[in-house]
Every structure is written in structure tokens, then in C-alpha cells.
């Protein structure tokens, strides 16, 4: 930024003095004999710095075109949609050569810098770190960088993430990111976008949001509640025995991520136990309980005592867009669990559910509606392979699937986009991941399911004119043919212990909201 300020400054010395030479009349006098110099001005302020690591870039230098191919194939409900692959792991972006778009990424935000180019602050989980990738008028990569890795991770996971906006929330830019499987920092880490590329190896954590096997941590909008923030949590605890993944929330007062209450979800209808005593499509009555522990094992204890319901692996969560009452509608992907243990309590194939929050005070009374069904034999789910990502407009959830690999993928596929329709509850599947197209191309093996995941709606953004989305795929099995690995040393300065497979980032345009 400050570059962009220094020469935006030059730019303006140009100009003015190209005015003045236009406004010189060739007859006034004697040229050079005219006048004294007149006195040097003093100099103008420092402009503000910008994001450092970006500064002096052109973003009319940048990735044209993937070396990849697309590796999505969609449905004929959805062939109007126009899908463009931005960015892979093996891509090189011109400005910034050494950068490799990581192993696994998954939760992203957007932000528009003012000036044509936009800010992608992207979650790669397999590196345990955060990258920063600068985009041009129309989201192609001209820079990229890491802005935390795992030595500021703990080689803790960071898997779906969440940007909170002055816009939408009422204050920020901020980013929230799950810390959720591989190292000990399991919890909420907060990021500022403009974070120095320089400060990578430390990180900052929200204690009072508590520790969970954190999938994401989600500020709902600023509309639901006219002076609060309000942040559930996703916990994607694993048990084989009881389902115990939590929906945490956290309240405080608006831009407050440090001195409000933790609370957990708990079903008060009778004789509702365990999630699969929810029926598809039935409304039930909840409330949410304060919850005192922060510390991962002593906060599920708690819960578990004070009747918090248990999911099985509770994934991403969303918030629904447009007035004040849908933005109190939550939904949530519940990825499922195959075992013995968790037959009748926890979902196999997984769900998805619906939250409705009191409309004066968010730790009221609620509603809760398992919506989708995988697990029901001839229900409109059906076909369900572990929903994990989820994305919710004004009028469609966005569900996207990373198989746990419980199905015969020659009957059931790939990881799929679906398209949920929340007034009339129809379910379209809009994608699939080509991975037999791929494994005949060389990328990975059909064998290692891929993830479809980060998707996220970007379209009051850019402002193109069209519904535009990014969305990204983790290609499971696809490795450098040359036995390296699609790591960033900056990410993770042990190679060896990072998963090596790569990462896509798809465009996609058409979409409904």
C-alpha cells in the first residue's frame, strides 16, 4: 500500500504538471527569462503502508491461465454455469515465483482493496498455515505469500475460515480461522489481513471463544442482533462410541471477541437424546446453556453434563443472507461417522441442519431441523457422502462433500456440489469432481477421494454484473510427478511432515443466490 501510495502520488505530479504545461500560452514572454523559481514546497505526509510483501507489484503481470486442466465436470441442470480454474499447485504466479499454492486448501475469505485488485486470505490446511494471495480485476493471481505458518500454528490444522467485514458484522477486517486436528493449538485464531508477510511464525488466539476440534468459527450478520456479536463454533470432535461434536456459540457486545459468554446448543424436546432421534424434517425445541471451561477436554465434560447435544463430527457452519430474521437462520453440516458404536445415535453418511435463534436475545429459546438426511433410505439426501463445507446465500445452501470413503464411488461418485433450495427444500446436484478424468491425466489416483470445500459467494464484491463464486478442491493423491512435494517452505520449513498433495481454485459464475 504504501508503494501503491508513492506511486499514486507520482502519478499525481504527472498529471498536474501535464495541466500546467497544457495551460502555458506559447506568447506570454521570453521563455526561461520569465520570473524567479519560486520556492520548493514542503513535503507531503508518508502515505499509510500497505500489505507488506505486495508493495511495488503489477498486478498487470499475473497468471493468465492454469498449467492444469479443469477437473470438474457439472450436471444438466447447471450447464449454462462458466467455470474457470484460477490457481493450482503447480501454477507459478509471475510476481512471486518461489510461491506454492499449498497442500489442502479450504476456508477463504475476500476483500476488495479499493484500487482493482483484491485480497484472498486462504486457509491451507495440509501446511497448517495461512496464505495471502493478491488477485487482479478479474481474480487472477498476481502474488502470493504466507501470512501464518505452522510454527505460529503449533502444526495445528487450519481448516474453514470466516472474514468478518465492517459490512456484513460491523467491524473488522478480521480473519477467524478453526485450528482443528494435528498439533495443540485446537481453537479460534484471529488474523489481520494485512498482516506482515514477515510475522508469519507468530499467531494470535481467541480464548474466550474456548478450545474445540474447531472446523470454523462463524460471526453471524450484523442485522440479527442490533448490538451483539454473535460466533458459533463448528466442533469436529470424533468418537466412535458417542456422537460428540458441539454447536458453540459465543456473545459479546458488537466487535467484542474477548470479554463475552461461551454457550452450547442443547435439544430440551423430550425424549431427544442423541441427534438421529431428530427426524428429517421435524422442528425441535433447543436452548443454549453457559458453558464456564475454555480448555478442550474440561469444556466437553462440561457440555456433556450440562446436556449439550452431541453431533456426529459437526463441521461448517452459515449464516443465511438478507433481513434481520434470516440472518438469525443457522445451518450446519454434520460429516458423519462409520462405526458400530455410533449406530442410532450419530449420523453415518452425515446431515444437515437448521437453526432458528430467538429473535430478541440469541441465547433463548430456539428452534433446530435436521433439513437433509443422508442416512435415510429413499429420502431427498440420499446419496449423501459426508457433507462438510457449507456455504448459504439468501435463497440456497451450497453443501460440499469430502467422502470419508464409506461408499462404492462406482455407484455413488465423487465429492459433489449440491444445491439446496431452503423454501422449497429441493436438492439439485450441481457438480463433480472428475476424478477418473484425472487419474488418466496424471493428477492423482481415483483410489484418494478428493474434497471439495472453501466456497465461498464473492459476487457484492467484485460487482461484475455476475453471481461469481471461488471455490476450491483438495486433491487427495496428486503429488509432484518428481517425488517432491506442493509445499511453501515459508509455510512449513519441515517438508517431510507436510501432506504434499495439492490444492485447486475455481471460478465459477451463473450460480443462483
Known amino acids: 500500500m504504501r508503494t501503491f501510495k508513492i506511486i499514486f502520488f507520482n502519478a499525481f505530479l504527472l498529471i498536474a504538471m501535464g495541466l500546467s504545461f497544457n495551460s502555458c500560452n506559447p506568447e506570454d514572454g521570453i521563455d526561461g527569462l520569465n520570473g524567479k523559481d519560486g520556492v520548493d514546497g514542503v513535503d507531503g505526509k508518508d502515505g499509510v503502508d500497505g500489505i507488506d510483501g ?23 441442470d447447471f450447464v449454462n454455469l462458466k467455470i474457470s480454474l484460477l490457481l493450482t499447485s503447480e501454477d507459478i504466479i509471475p510476481n512471486s515465483p518461489d510461491f506454492v499454492y499449498g497442500s489442502l486448501a479450504d ?61 456484513e458484522h460491523g ?20 488474523v489481520d489481513p494485512a498482516k506482515s508477510a514477515d510475522a508469519a511464525s507468530t499467531g494470535e488466539m481467541l480464548p474466550a471463544l474456548g478450545q474445540w ?35 458453540g456459540m459465543y456473545v459479546g457486545n458488537r466487535g467484542d471477541l474477548s470479554g463475552g459468554k461461551l454457550y452450547g446448543l442443547k435439544v430440551t424436546t423430550a425424549g431427544i437424546d442423541f441427534e438421529m432421534d431428530m427426524e428429517e424434517g421435524t422442528e425441535y425445541e433447543a436452548e443454549f446453556v453457559e458453558l ?81 438426511d443422508g442416512d435415510k433410505v429413499g429420502g431427498k439426501a440420499e446419496g449423501f457422502h459426508s ?23 462406482s455407484v455413488n ?37 478428493w474434497e471439495i470445500t472453501g466456497m465461498i459467494d464473492v459476487t457484492d464484491i467484485v460487482n461484475n454484473g455476475e453471481n461469481t463464486f471461488l471455490v476450491m478442491t483438495q486433491n487427495h493423491g496428486w503429488e509432484p510427478a518428481d517425488g517432491t512435494s506442493f509445499t511453501d517452505p515459508k509455510a512449513i520449513s519441515d517438508i517431510s511432515s507436510a501432506t504434499k498433495e495439492g490444492s485447486m481454485m475455481y471460478m465459477i459464475k451463473g450460480l443462483d443466490r
Open 54 to 76: 505486495a508493495n511495488g507489484m503489477d498486478a498487470s503481470v499475473y497468471l493468465a491461465n492454469s498449467k492444469s486442466p479443469t477437473l470438474l465436470k457439472v450436471t444438466s
Open 171 to 190: 467491524f473488522g477486517p478480521l480473519y477467524l480461522s478453526g485450528g482443528e486436528w494435528g498439533g495443540s493449538s485446537k481453537g479460534v485464531f484471529v
Open 387 to 409: 457433507p462438510d463445507n457449507i456455504l448459504v446465500t439468501e435463497n440456497y445452501a451450497y453443501i460440499q462433500e469430502d467422502p470419508n470413503g464409506y461408499l462404492d464411488t
Open 413 to 449: 461418485g465423487y465429492a459433489k456440489l449440491y444445491q439446496y433450495n431452503l423454501a422449497t427444500g429441493e436438492i439439485k446436484t450441481v457438480l463433480e469432481c472428475d476424478q477418473n478424468r484425472a487419474e488418466s491425466l496424471g493428477y492423482g489416483k481415483a483410489s484418494s477421494t
Open 213 to 247: 476440534s474447531t472446523e470454523n468459527a462463524v460471526p453471524i450478520g450484523k442485522d440479527a442482533y442490533s448490538d451483539k456479536t454473535v460466533v458459533f463454533i463448528g466442533d469436529d470432535h470424533s468418537d466412535n462410541s458417542v456422537p460428540s461434536g458441539q454447536l
Open 107 to 167: 476456508g477463504a475469505g475476500l476483500l476488495d482493496n479499493g484500487d482493482e485488485t483484491y485480497t484472498l486470505i486462504n486457509n491451507i490446511e495440509g501446511d497448517y498455515s495461512i496464505a495471502r494471495i493478491m488477485l487482479n480485476k478479474n481474480l487472477r493471481p498476481f502474488y502470493g505469500e504466507y501470512i501464518l505458518n505452522a510454527e505460529a500454528t503449533a502444526s495445528t490444522a487450519m481448516c474453514s475460515g470466516t472474514l468478518i467485514t465492517n459490512n
Open 292 to 372: 464456564e471451561e475454555k480448555e478442550i477436554d474440561a469444556l466437553d465434560a462440561e457440555a456433556k453434563t450440562k446436556g449439550v447435544m452431541g453431533f456426529s463430527r459437526l463441521e461448517d457452519i452459515d449464516w443465511r443472507r438478507g433481513s434481520a430474521a434470516n440472518q438469525r437462520e443457522i445451518y450446519f453440516c454434520v460429516t458423519g461417522r462409520s462405526s458400530a458404536g455410533l449406530v442410532g445415535k450419530g449420523s453415518i453418511l452425515g446431515r444437515v441442519y437448521k437453526v432458528v435463534l430467538n429473535e430478541n436475545d440469541p441465547t433463548g429459546t430456539a428452534k433446530i431441523t435436521c433439513v437433509l
